[in-house]
């Protein structure tokens, strides 16, 4: 049976924190280094719903996408909701370990497991690590599809494969157009649009793009047409914590750790319900609710 400091070597060896953004809370977050590991569960967020999970699981280990604390605190009362969580992993003597940005840009990393989700082939990183040699680390992935979509149907497989969440897919651009080369990020995506652009791709799949930028992004008419995807924040990173759960299985069996490692199923993206608006308006842009395309889980 590993102890957390081995366990928790194993992830750094997978995601080192020193490749994390400057401003991001990587590592450990609760955990005493000396306590032995049988059980670990992989979830995006280290929130109240999934300490419990990880209570009644048994598990001693948590390890998440997003950190608990982003910046500094001065408590961790129980009766914050983020000291709650503290409490409930400390009492039950569960560890917390998050790998963020540095699983964003890993090899394999976040938006490998999101474009394998969609079954798309990832030819390279859409943001390069310049100190990756190999050039196959870095954020987001451009992909090419297995044969030619439009993008009503490229959104309609999204809903499909990626786990069912209220906001399904939202849809900017022309859901007849076709698609062969998609750039995807899991996470919010909405500061990659220049690297998007340059990687001349027919669409780009990522999450939480807001009015503004979408909107200045479609009507650029200096650049072909591009269609966007929304998807559900949650949906698109959680398909890595399936990913890592499998790197993380492997390596158990390479040190005969015999680690149980599970993933959380638990939806945490904050929106719960979608109501579809009455039928688009005569003369309106795209003519369809492309949110509602087959498939879209509701
Ligand atoms: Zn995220």
Request: with cysteine; hydrophobic share 45%.
């Given at each position: 049976m590993?102890?957390?400091?081995e ?15 400057s ?7 609760v ?60 009492k ?11 699983a964003?840009?890993?090899?394999p990393?976040?938006?490998d ?5 969609l ?7 859409l943001?390069?690590?310049?100190a990756?040699?190999?050039g196959?680390r ?6 090419e ?5 439009t ?34 990020s899991?996470?919010s ?8 652009r340059?990687a ?11 009015h ?17 995807l929304?998807?559900?924040h949650?949906?698109?990173?959680w ?17 005969g ?10 939806v945490?993206?904050?929106w719960?319900a ?5 039928p ?8 369809a609710?492309?949110a ?7």
């Amino acid at each position: 049976m590993p102890r957390l400091s081995e366990v928790i070597a194993a992830l750094e060896s997978l995601w080192p924190a020193e490749r994390a953004e400057s401003w991001d809370a990587v590592g450990t977050v609760v955990g005493d280094p000396g306590q032995e590991v049988t059980r670990v569960l992989f979830a995006v967020d280290p929130v109240q719903e999934i300490a419990d999970e990880a209570v009644q699981l048994g598990a001693d280990l948590l390890v998440t996408h997003h950190p608990l604390y982003l910046r500094g605190t001065t408590t961790v009362a129980a009766s914050t909701f983020k000291g709650r969580v503290v409490h409930t992993l400390i009492k039950n003597d569960i560890a917390l370990h998050v790998a963020h940005t540095n699983a964003d840009t890993a090899d394999p990393g976040v938006s490998d497991a999101l474009a394998g989700a969609l079954d798309l082939r990832v030819t390279g990183p859409l943001v390069p690590d310049a100190a990756d040699p190999e050039g196959r680390r870095g954020l987001g992935r451009v992909c090419e599809l297995d044969h030619p979509l439009t993008v009503r149907e490229f959104a309609a497989r999204a809903a499909e494969r990626l786990p069912a969440t209220a906001q399904g897919i939202r849809v900017a651009g022309d859901p007849e157009a076709v698609v062969r080369t998609v750039a995807v990020s899991g996470g919010s995506g909405d500061s990659l649009f220049d690297h998007v652009r340059a990687a001349g791709v027919d669409a780009f799949l990522t999450a939480d793009l807001r009015h503004h930028p979408a909107s200045e992004f479609m009507a650029d008419h200096a650049h072909r047409p591009l269609a966007l995807l929304d998807a559900a924040h949650w949906a698109t990173e959680w398909p890595w914590c399936e990913l890592a759960a499998a790197q993380l299985d492997q390596i158990s069996d390479r040190h005969g750790w015999d680690l149980r490692v599970h993933v959380s199923k638990t939806v945490t993206d904050p929106w719960t319900a979608h109501a579809a608006s009455a039928p688009v308006l005569p003369g309106s842009a795209s003519g369809a609710p492309s949110a509602d395309s087959p498939g879209a889980p509701n």
